[in-house]
C-alpha cells in the first residue's frame, strides 16, 4: 500500500516559530477529565433510560396504547316498523355521521367546520359548550346524513381539522310528507333531562333513543345494542388493522295492528279538500279500531310533522317553526285533543236512560226549537216535533236529550260515561296520552270545589259543557256499545287476545238495539249522517257538532276560524257484529256531515279489502279445484315402508 | 523512519464498532420506513455508508500535517460555503440547510464545516506552542469559530451550531484552558442562557417550552418529547421487536429514521438494546481518546480530541433529547440517523482519527 510522504514542506513552515513543544503528556491529566465527563455522560444517559424503560413502563405501554388502540362503535341497527301484513313502515338506512374528537377540538374552527358543513353556528357551539363538563374521550356528533357535498368537504379539509373523524351509523327513515308521524314517532339523541329519568336510566349520554310515539313507548324492543370494534390506529387516525369486535346486536322488529291500507285512506281523506269551506286540507284526528279485540287499525293527526327532520339533528329554525305553528303540529290529536264531542255523545246518553230504566225507546218529548229547563231556556237547532228515542237520534233532538239528561240526573251519566272510558285514560301503548273530563259531582268539587248544579246537567246530556274526550276514547266507548259491552284496550302493536285489557258490562242486548238501530237511521235514514252511507254494507253512525263558545259570544267577537264548531262522526260497521269503528273528528269543520264522508272512505276501504281477500281467496280455491292439485297440507303421507330399525 | 504505512495500522475496533453501529442504524431505518413515503432510505444508507468508507480511506491518505497546511482555505471556502447555503439553499422543515447537488442530492455544508472547525482549532492551538491557554488566545480563536457559528445560527440550525462551540471548549480545555476561566465562561453561560431566550426564534421557545412542560400542550409543542418518552418507556426492558414499536410504525414518533432513530431503536429493542448501544458508543469514544493519547504531536492530539468532543457532544444531546433529558434539538446520532451529509462527515472525522494514528510512530 502506497501512501503520499510526509509534507517535507512542513517542518519548514512550521519551524520559522519559537522551538516546538509538541509532547502531549501535559495535556493527560485534562484528557483524563474528558474521559471521566465522558462517563458521567453516558452513566447520566443511561439512568435516563432507565427511570422510562426499567421504573415505570407501563405507565408509557398504556399512553402507547391510548395512542393507537381505539375503540369504534358499531351502531346496532334499530328494529323496523311494520304493519299488520307485515309491510315495512320504518327502515334503516347507512349513512356517515361526523363526530368532533373533542382532544383535538379548536375551538377557533368551529365557525369554518359550520359554514363548510352548512350547519348553524350557534347551534354546533351550543352543543359543544354543553358537551364541555363531559370527559374529552367522549365524541360529539355533530351531523347526521352526510351529503356527497359534507364527506368532500371532509376530506379536503382533514390536515386543516383533524378533530373530524367520520363514522358509519344506522339512520331512520321514516315515510315522507308526515305519514303515520303520531304514531311512529321519531328517535333523537338522548337529551340531559332524560338522562335523569329512571326510564331512559340504562342509556349513556349521546344515545339515539325514541322521543315520541311508537319509537318511544317501544324503545327498549325496538333499540338494538351497539357494538364495538377496537382498532389500531396511527397517528392519522387511520385504521391499520382490528384487534377485537363485539358484535352489535340488532333491535327487534315490531309488528303494528296499523293497516296501511287504512292508514293511507284516512290520511288521504284528511289531506282532501273541503270545497264547502273553501279549505284544501283538514285538521284533526281519525281513529280505527275493531272493537271485537281493540286492534288500532289507523290512527292519524293533522297538521302532521317529518319525522326525518327529527331523525337527523333538527336544526333550531326548523323546531321553531314547529313548535310556534298554531295548529300543534306536534300533538297527536287522536290521543291528546281534548275536546266536547258534541252529538256523538247522544247514544251513550240514550243508552244510559235505557239501562237505567228511566225511560223507554217510546218515551216521547215535544221538540218545538227548544225547551225551558230548571229558569234556562235552552235552544235546539231544529223544530223536530214529537221525538221518540229512535228519531231523537237519528235527527238528533237535543230538545229529547236535554229532557232525558235532566231525568236521567248527573250521577247516572256519570256511571256510564265513566264505564265507557270517559274521563281515563285508554292505556294505549302511546305516550303522553289524555284523559279528558267527565263531569259528575265529585268531578266539579275535586276541581272547582262547588256543588253541582242541575242546570248544567242538560248541556252534558248534548255533548256540551265540561264534557271533553279524545277521538280514541269516542271509538273505543262506541266500539264496545256496539259488541254488547265490552271496551278493549286499544293497542298499535300485536299482541295476543288474552294480554288485551278488557272493561265488561252486561248490557242489555235490547237497549244495544235500539240505540244501534238509532245509528242505523242516522246514516241510512234521513239523518244526519247520510254521508257515510256506503251500499253494501251497513254503517251505523253519529255525528256530532260541537260547540267552542256560546252562539252570543261568538256573534259578539265576530265568525272567525278559531270559534267555528269542530265537526265529529263516530260509526260502526257493520251494524249487527260490527268489525270496525271509526271516528273522525274535523277540527273547525262547522257540520258533523263534514266528518262522515272522512270515515265512509274508511269503512269503505275496510270492506273493499275485505271483499278483495276474499274473492282472491276463491278464486285461487276454484284453480286448485279444476287442476286437481291438493293443497300441500292435504297430500296423503307416503306409503313407502320405513328405514330399517339399527 | 518509513514513508510507507501499512493498512495494518488502521484502528480496526473502531472500524467494526461503527460498521455494526451502522448496521443497527440500517435495521433501523428499514423498520421505521415500512410503509412510508421512504421505504428505499435503508439502501441509500447502505450507499451513504459505502461511500463513508471511501471518503474515510481518501481522508486517512493524506497526511494530516498536509491537511492543516489547507485549514485557511478550508475556513474561508467553509464561510463562503455557508454564506452561499444561506442565499441559495432548499428551505427544509423551516430551515436553510441544504445546497441542492442535483440528482436529487443534498449537501448539508454545516456538518462537513464541523471537520473544518477541528483542524482549524488543532492547527491553532497547537500554533501557540504554550501549555497553558490564555484567555486572549482563546478570544482570538472564539473569534474564528464564531463566524461559522453565527452562519449556521441564522440557518436556524442550533444544534449543529452549538457542536463548533463543543469542539472549542473541549480542545480549548484540554489545551489548557486555567479552571478559573472555565468558572468563568460556566458563570457567564448561567447569565446569558436567559437572557438569549428572548432572541430566540420561536421555534426555539416553543421546544424549551415544551421541555420544561410536556404535558401543558401535548398535541404541539410537547408533542415529540412526549412521544418519544412514551416510545422509549414502551419499550420496556427488552423492547417490542424489530418492526413491532407502535410509536415507530404507526407513526406516533416524529421522522423515527432521522433525529428520533434512538427512540424508535428503544422502543424495539428495549432497555438492553439501549445499553448495548450505548456501550458502543461509548467504547468507540474511549478508542478515539486513547487514539489522541497516542498521537505522536499535539496536533494529531487535537484532532482526536476534537472528534471525539464531536462524537460525545452528539451522542449527548441526541439520545439525551429523545429521553427527554435535554430540550428537543435537531442534531442527528452519529452513525444511525439517516442522512448522507452526517455519515460522511463521521466517517471523514474517523479517518482524520486513523489518520493520525497510522502516523503514530513517525515522528
Not at chain 1, 502506497?2 to 493527560?28: G, N
Not at chain 1, 358509519?168 to 308521524?181: T, V
Not at chain 1, 242505523?520 to 263558545?549: F, H, I, M, S
Request: proline share 6%.
Amino acid at each position: 500500500m502506497i501512501l503520499p510522504p510526509v509534507d517535507p514542506q512542513l517542518e519548514t513552515q512550521l519551524s520559522d516559530k519559537p522551538p516546538l513543544r509538541d509532547d502531549t503528556r501535559f495535556a493527560a491529566g485534562r484528557i483524563a477529565v474528558f474521559q471521566y465527563s465522558a462517563v458521567a455522560v453516558f452513566l447520566v444517559l443511561i439512568s435516563g433510560f432507565w427511570r422510562l424503560q426499567v421504573q415505570n413502563p407501563e405507565f408509557y405501554d398504556e399512553r402507547a396504547q391510548a395512542n393507537s388502540i381505539k375503540s369504534v362503535p358499531i351502531p346496532g341497527p334499530r328494529g323496523r316498523i311494520l304493519d299488520r301484513d307485515g309491510r315495512v313502515i320504518v327502515d334503516n338506512h347507512s349513512s356517515f355521521s361526523l363526530i368532533l374528537a373533542r382532544e383535538q377540538a379548536k375551538e377557533e374552527h368551529l365557525r369554518p367546520i359550520a359554514q363548510g358543513l352548512n350547519l348553524d353556528y350557534d347551534d354546533l357551539y351550543a352543543r359543544v359548550a354543553r358537551m364541555r363538563k363531559a370527559p374529552k374521550y367522549v365524541p360529539i356528533v355533530i351531523k347526521d346524513e352526510l351529503t356527497p357535498a359534507d364527506l368532500d368537504f371532509v376530506e379536503s379539509h382533514h390536515d386543516f381539522f383533524p378533530e373530524l373523524v367520520l363514522i358509519q351509523s344506522q339512520r331512520r327513515l321514516y315515510p315522507q310528507n308526515g305519514f303515520m308521524a303520531h304514531v311512529i314517532g321519531y328517535t333523537g339523541e338522548i337529551s340531559e333531562q332524560e338522562l335523569d329519568q329512571p326510564e331512559f336510566a340504562k342509556y349513556e349520554a349521546g344515545a339515539v333513543v325514541g322521543k315520541f310515539g311508537i319509537e318511544r313507548e317501544y324503545n327498549d324492543t325496538l333499540m338494538g345494542v351497539d357494538g364495538q370494534r377496537q382498532v389500531i390506529v396511527d397517528n392519522r387516525g387511520q385504521v391499520r388493522q382490528t384487534i377485537g369486535i363485539k358484535p352489535a346486536i340488532p333491535g327487534h322488529d315490531l309488528k303494528l295492528t296499523i293497516d296501511l291500507d287504512l292508514q293511507t285512506v284516512a290520511e288521504l281523506a284528511m289531506d282532501s279538500p273541503y270545497k264547502e269551506l273553501g279549505i284544501d286540507h283538514r285538521n284533526g284526528a281519525v281513529v280505527a279500531l275493531d272493537p271485537r279485540n281493540g286492534e288500532v287499525l289507523a290512527m292519524v293527526s293533522r297538521p302532521a310533522f317529518d319525522p326525518n327532520m327529527f331523525a337527523t339533528r333538527i336544526k333550531t329554525k326548523d323546531w321553531r317553526e314547529i313548535a310556534d305553528n298554531p295548529d300543534h303540529p306536534m300533538l297527536n290529536k287522536a290521543i291528546q285533543a281534548e275536546q266536547a264531542p258534541g252529538s256523538t255523545f247522544k247514544p251513550f246518553v240514550a243508552l244510559a236512560g235505557l239501562e237505567t230504566g228511566t225511560v223507554d225507546p217510546n218515551w216521547t218529548t215535544h221538540c218545538t226549537g227548544g225547551v225551558k229547563l230548571y229558569d234556562k231556556y235552552q235552544h235546539c237547532y231544529g223544530v223536530h216535533g214529537t221525538q221518540n228515542m229512535h228519531n231523537a237520534i237519528v235527527n238528533s233532538c237535543d230538545v229529547y236529550f236535554y229532557t232525558l239528561g235532566a231525568k236521567v240526573g248527573i250521577d247516572n251519566l256519570a256511571f256510564y260515561g265513566d264505564l265507557v272510558g270517559f274521563g281515563h285514560k285508554t292505556g294505549i301503548d302511546l305516550p303522553h296520552e289524555r284523559e279528558g273530563i267527565m263531569p259528575s259531582e265529585q268531578w266539579k268539587i275535586r276541581t272547582y270545589r262547588q256543588k253541582w248544579y242541575v242546570g248544567e246537567t242538560p248541556s252534558v246530556a248534548i255533548g256540551q259543557g265540561a264534557l271533553t274526550v279524545t277521538p280514541l276514547q269516542l271509538t273505543r266507548a262506541i266500539g264496545g256499545v256496539a259488541v254488547g259491552g265490552k271496551w278493549y284496550q286499544p293497542h298499535l302493536v300485536l299482541r295476543p287476545p288474552d294480554q288485551v285489557k278488557v272493561v265488561q258490562w252486561a248490557l242489555s242486548p235490547d237497549d244495544v238495539k235500539t240505540v244501534v238501530s238509532g245509528m242505523y237511521g242516522v246514516v241510512n235514514e234521513a239523518g244526519t249522517g247520510g254521508r257515510a252511507r256506503l251500499p253494501n254494507v251497513a254503517v251505523c253512525g253519529k255525528t256530532g257538532t260541537a260547540q267552542l263558545a256560546s252562539y252570543d259570544y261568538i256573534n259578539s267577537v265576530g265568525k272567525g276560524t278559531e270559534l267555528r264548531e269542530n265537526a265529529w262522526f263516530e260509526a260502526f260497521a257493520p251494524c249487527e257484529s260490527p268489525e270496525i269503528a271509526v271516528v273522525a273528528f274535523f277540527e273547525h269543520g262547522r257540520h258533523g256531515p263534514a266528518a262522515a264522508e272522512i270515515v265512509r272512505d274508511v269503512i269503505a276501504a275496510y270492506f273493499d279489502k275485505k271483499t278483495r281477500i276474499q274473492t282472491r281467496k276463491q278464486a285461487r280455491a276454484e284453480v286448485t279445484a279444476t287442476l286437481g292439485m291438493g293443497l300441500p297440507g292435504t297430500a296423503p303421507g307416503s306409503t313407502l315402508p320405513g328405514a330399517p330399525q339399527l | 523512519m518509513s514513508k510507507y504505512l501499512s493498512a495494518r495500522d488502521i484502528d480496526w475496533t473502531i472500524l467494526l464498532i461503527v460498521l455494526l453501529i451502522c448496521a443497527v442504524g440500517i435495521l433501523q431505518i428499514y423498520s421505521a420506513t415500512r410503509d412510508t413515503d421512504s421505504t428505499s432510505s435503508w439502501w441509500k444508507q447502505v450507499l451513504y455508508v459505502v461511500g463513508g468508507l471511501m471518503l474515510m480511506w481518501l481522508v486517512l491518505a493524506i497526511d494530516y500535517h498536509s491537511l492543516l497546511h489547507y485549514v485557511p482555505g478550508l475556513y474561508v471556502g467553509s464561510v463562503s460555503a455557508l454564506t452561499l447555503t444561506f442565499l441559495l439553499g432548499d428551505r427544509v422543515y423551516g430551515s436553510k440547510r441544504w445546497i441542492p447537488l442535483g440528482f436529487g442530492f443534498h449537501l448539508q455544508v454545516s456538518e462537513l464545516v464541523k471537520l473544518v472547525i477541528i483542524l482549524l482549532v488543532a492547527r491553532y492551538l497547537t500554533d501557540l506552542r504554550s501549555d497553558d491557554l490564555e484567555i486572549r488566545d482563546l478570544l482570538k480563536l472564539a473569534g474564528l469559530v464564531l463566524v461559522p457559528t453565527v452562519l449556521v445560527l441564522k440557518q436556524p440550525d442550533l444544534g449543529t451550531a452549538m457542536t463548533y462551540v463543543a469542539v472549542l471548549f473541549a480542545c480549548s480545555f484540554v489545551a489548557g484552558l486555567r479552571w478559573k476561566y472555565i468558572a468563568a465562561i460556566a458563570v457567564v453561560a448561567v447569565l446569558v442562557i436567559p437572557v438569549t431566550y428572548h432572541f430566540l426564534p420561536d421555534y426555539q421557545k416553543a421546544r424549551w417550552v415544551g421541555f420544561m412542560n410536556p404535558e401543558g400542550d401535548p398535541q404541539g409543542k410537547g408533542y415529540q418529547s412526549i412521544q418519544s418518552q412514551i416510545a422509549i418507556g414502551s419499550g420496556s426492558m427488552f423492547g417490542k421487536g424489530v418492526t413491532k414499536g407502535t410509536q415507530t410504525q404507526l407513526r406516533f414518533l416524529p421522522v423515527p429514521w432521522k433525529d428520533f432513530i434512538f427512540a424508535a431503536f428503544a422502543e424495539e429493542h428495549g432497555f438492553v438494546g439501549v445499553v448495548v448501544m450505548l456501550a458502543l458508543f461509548f467504547v468507540l469514544l474511549m478508542r478515539i481518546v486513547q487514539n489522541a493519547q497516542t498521537a505522536p504531536d499535539r496536533v494529531g492530539m487535537y484532532i482526536c480530541m476534537g472528534v471525539a468532543a464531536l462524537l460525545l457532544f452528539h451522542v449527548l444531546v441526541n439520545v439525551g433529547m429523545v429521553a427527554g433529558l435535554i430540550p428537543v434539538t435537531g442534531i442527528p446520532l452519529p452513525f444511525m440517523s439517516f442522512g448522507g451529509s452526517s455519515i460522511w462527515t463521521f466517517f471523514m472525522a474517523l479517518g482524520l482519527v486513523n489518520n493520525v494514528r497510522l502516523r503514530r510512530f513517525v515522528n
